[in-house]
């Protein structure tokens, strides 16, 4: 990440769930940390939703930030949502 560029927070749909046809999502750090996670009626409703969590991401991240909307994780190939999967993968590792 360049000086000037603010931090990512990737908004994923992370899974359905039991109360089909409703999705999971989720609100992923760089540093693969879960900030937050939503249940939403579909993938729109569910982007709104994680998108309005300012109060969440803003503790985080005081001087801003920037929402990238990645969807389905699985089909995504943005490199720097890698990055932030496999930093998740290695603190899970360390545990």
Do not use: C, Q
């Not at 920037?66 to 496999?86: C, H, K, M, T, Y």
């Amino acid at each position: 990440m360049n000086a000037t560029a603010k931090p990512k927070i990737f908004l994923v749909i992370s899974s359905t769930t039991a109360w089909a046809p409703d999705l999971a999502g989720a609100a992923i750090a760089e540093d693969g940390t879960m900030l937050a996670a939503h249940i939403s009626s579909t993938a729109e409703w569910l982007r709104a939703d994680l998108s309005r969590k300012e109060d969440i991401y803003g503790r985080r991240y005081p001087a801003g930030y920037e929402l990238v909307w990645i969807g389905d994780p699985e089909a995504s190939a943005n490199e720097d949502f890698r990055r932030a999967l496999e930093a998740a993968a290695g603190r899970r590792s360390r545990r």
